[in-house]
């Protein structure tokens, strides 16, 4: 069973709404989501969140997030997630964030360097991954655990 179809399962179950908030897949994550029949019982709807500016003004990054540790970083990551479940009222929420190459990766922040933030309830969780292939190949890496990640959270 997919990951996605795994999550649909446990969503419906538990009666449990998702949103997510993406910066890197663009969109990835939820279109994954909603390739599940039904999906529309458990999917509230997602933001993409490429820009900084969109980062900041709908999910409420704080601009000092941004400034101190950039938008790739744990702790945007955390805040995506927050921001998501805030404004779409989620039980569980979904943020990717990171660089799908081929170009903007540095020594620190290496192209395939994602952060994921999965909130359940009050609870969220960021883990660092690091993707290798091209910018296609890693972008559905990065959506895959994505996913996968709010399973593990969801059935721990």
């Given at each position: 069973?997919k990951s996605?179809?795994?999550?649909?399962?446990?969503?419906?179950?538990?009666?449990?709404?998702?949103?997510?908030?993406?910066?890197?897949?663009?969109?990835?994550?939820?279109?994954?989501?909603?390739?599940?029949?039904?999906?529309?019982s458990?999917?509230?709807?997602?933001?993409?969140?490429?820009?900084?500016?969109i980062?900041m003004?709908?999910?409420?990054?704080k601009?000092?997030t941004l400034?101190?540790?950039?938008?790739?970083?744990e702790?945007?990551?955390?805040?995506?997630a927050?921001?998501?479940?805030?404004?779409?009222?989620?039980?569980?929420?979904?943020?990717?964030?990171?660089?799908?190459?081929?170009?903007?990766?540095?020594?620190?922040?290496?192209?395939?360097?994602?952060?994921?933030?999965?909130k359940?309830?009050?609870?969220?969780?960021v883990?660092?991954?690091?993707f290798?292939?091209?910018?296609?190949?890693?972008?559905e890496?990065?959506?895959?655990?994505?996913?996968?990640?709010?399973?593990?959270?969801?059935?721990?």
């Open positions: 069973m996605e179809e795994k999550i649909g399962e446990i969503l419906k179950k538990r009666g449990l709404k998702i949103a997510v908030a993406e910066s890197c897949t663009g969109g990835l994550v939820g279109s994954k989501i909603t390739d599940v029949p039904g999906a529309s458990y999917f509230l709807g997602g933001v993409i969140a490429y820009s900084n500016e980062k003004n709908i999910l409420g990054v601009k000092e400034e101190n540790f950039g938008a790739v970083s702790e945007c990551a955390r805040e995506m927050i921001g998501v479940s805030r404004l779409f009222k989620s039980d569980v929420a979904i943020a990717t964030t990171g660089i799908a190459g081929p170009s903007g990766g540095s020594k620190d922040k290496p192209v395939g360097l994602v952060y994921i933030g999965v359940i309830g009050e609870e969220v969780k883990r660092k991954h690091v290798k292939g091209k910018r296609a190949e890693i972008k890496k990065i959506a895959n655990r994505a996913i996968q990640d709010a399973v593990n959270m969801l059935t721990k």
